[in-house]
């Protein structure tokens, strides 16, 4: 049934749905709301969930991986500085192969200090080794706080999956949602089997051993072998989403009047609604221009993305973050993509949206028609910023 | 005794394995046991016990951090050098200073 709803109550009606064992949580901006309407789940008896209210982000994710070694299904809420103080205890969680289901409400890092959307927080998390996964309206972040939870918890995957939804323009603006009944979405996510559960004393385990460099690297390699895992692991989920739902998300991105475009944006997140507009604009004037919005952050899908854009002549890759010292993160990726291949578009790199700053069709439609006659490219671009 | 000068009586838990080999996310499947690696070559202080000052209070066993007093029918019989890091505690914490700490390899060292 189709409900009106915020960003937040969608995730945090699929995390119902998910009913983890432990959730723990400290309050931030944006993410806060996830975090209450859990705790009134918890205390209206709808859910069997464990809530840890802790004294910090930090506290939380270390909450989280205690939880999850000794065997529950896990997950957690967060957003910016949250994030940045979890970011230690996040490798930690990767690297034991924990997967913790985390919702990042995405906004801007301190300094200064704003509370507004961007991507920066994502971008201090790109390298921890959690799957990354980029929702561009409030139903895409419900049912991919699904898929990522069941994907997450696949054999050869077990690694922390972060659901990104942008601060505020999904999180607190109010959109048309349709969730699955509980039953379907129970059934789709299933029972969660853990591996040598730390309560399970009849069958003692160590967690978190020390490594030296005989054995550190090695583990290393294993970690990198569960995050080559994921790709295909992410289609079988899409697809049996899709069987369990007749809900067809297909693919690492969204193709959006890409197949014959010649010049087309990359983004991810809310921004991807936004550049639908403007692309319906110019392709109603005649222009064959495209959208590329990513789904699948980490692991990037370099192959598919370089595919998919092997016949478009002009792509601007655009950042809600800043790289200091370096090209856009997702630009990096996507030039990275093009590496090996003979036939590549001309790339151009924007940042936009920093710190919240809004970004409207109108700006899009000219991103879209200054790349026509652009020359070689070289630097940042920037959007909507005052010169 | 073993010797437990660094780089001498140093054994590796299991024989080095392929990254293809390993438990998921570094687990020790059955747990770690002490057995298994002997950390004592870290220390540079070994605590010497004087059984004759000893009055059996049991102090220095709930306060080693390393669980390394060695007790028998609930009595205090040594020290585990294996795994003993040192770190003096037991001393410190010892009413009649029945413990002494000693250099490693210096002169005084009793066994
Ligand atoms: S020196 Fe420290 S580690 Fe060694 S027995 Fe005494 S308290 Fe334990
Ligand atoms: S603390 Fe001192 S007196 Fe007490 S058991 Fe240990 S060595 Fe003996």
């Not at chain 1, 973050?321 to 924007?350: C, I, Q």
């Not at chain 2, 780089?7 to 747990?31: D, F, H, N, R």
């Not at chain 2, 770690?32 to 690696?37: F, I, S, T, W």
Request: net charge negative.
């Amino acid at each position: 049934m189709r409900k009106v709803m915020t960003g937040h109550k969608a995730v945090a009606e699929a995390m119902r749905q998910i009913e983890p064992n432990v959730m723990a949580v400290y309050p931030i901006t944006p993410q806060s709301e996830i975090a209450e309407y859990y705790a009134e789940y918890v205390h209206n008896g709808k859910v069997k969930t464990e809530l840890v209210p802790v004294e910090s982000e930090h506290s939380a994710m270390s909450a989280c991986v205690g939880a999850a070694a000794a065997g529950g299904r896990v997950m957690t809420a967060t957003a910016s500085q949250g994030l940045a103080l979890m970011v230690e205890i996040l490798y930690i969680a990767a690297s034991m192969r924990l997967p913790i289901g985390m919702a990042l409400a995405n906004r801007a890092l301190s300094g200064p200090i704003n509370i507004h959307c961007d991507h920066s927080d994502a971008y201090l998390a790109r390298d921890c080794g959690a799957i990354q996964v980029f929702a561009e309206s409030a139903q895409e972040a419900y049912d991919y706080t699904l898929l990522a939870q069941r994907l997450a918890e696949r054999d050869q995957v077990r690694l922390p999956a972060i659901v990104n939804l942008d601060g505020f323009t999904l999180t607190h603006s109010v959109q048309v949602v349709e969730p699955l009944d509980d039953e379907r979405a129970k059934k789709f996510v299933g029972e969660y089997t853990p591996v040598y559960p730390l309560l399970d004393v009849e069958n003692p385990s160590t967690w978190g051993p020390f490594a030296m460099p005989d054995y550190y690297f090695e583990l290393k390699r294993a970690q990198v072998a569960a995050m080559e895992a994921v790709p295909e692991a992410f289609l079988e989920v899409q697809k049996e989403y899709e069987q369990a739902t007749g809900r067809a998300y297909r693919g690492f991105f969204e193709g959006y009047r890409l197949e014959d475009a010649d010049r087309v944006l990359v983004v991810m997140g809310s921004t991807g609604g936004t550049a639908k507009v403007a692309v319906d604009e110019l392709r109603a004037a005649g222009e064959k221009v495209g959208l590329l919005k990513v789904w699948l952050y980490r692991p990037f899908p370099y192959a598919a993305i370089a595919d998919a854009l092997a016949h478009v002549k002009q792509v601007a890759v655009l950042d809600r973050a800043v790289s200091f010292g370096a090209y856009g993160a997702l630009y990096s990726d996507v030039a990275t993509a093009f590496m090996h291949r003979e036939r590549r578009p001309r790339l151009a790199n924007y940042i936009y949206g920093l710190g919240g700053r809004d970004t409207t069709p109108e700006h899009l439609t000219r991103v879209l028609s200054e790349m026509k006659d652009a020359g070689p490219d070289e630097g940042l671009r920037y959007i909507g910023l005052r010169e | 005794m073993a010797d437990t000068r660094p780089g001498k009586g140093y054994k590796l838990a299991v024989e080095l394995k392929s990254w293809k080999e390993l438990p998921i996310g570094g687990v020790v499947p059955g747990g770690a046991k002490p057995d298994m690696n002997k950390t004592g070559s870290w220390r540079s202080l070994r605590p010497i016990w004087n059984e004759e000052k000893c009055i059996q209070c049991l102090q220095c066993w709930m306060h080693c951090p390393d669980d390394s007093i060695e007790i028998k029918d609930q009595k205090m019989t040594g020290v585990d050098y294996d795994h003993c890091k040192g770190c003096g505690v037991c001393a410190g914490i010892c009413p009649v200073a029945a413990i002494d700490m000693v250099p490693e390899g210096g002169d005084k060292c009793a066994r």
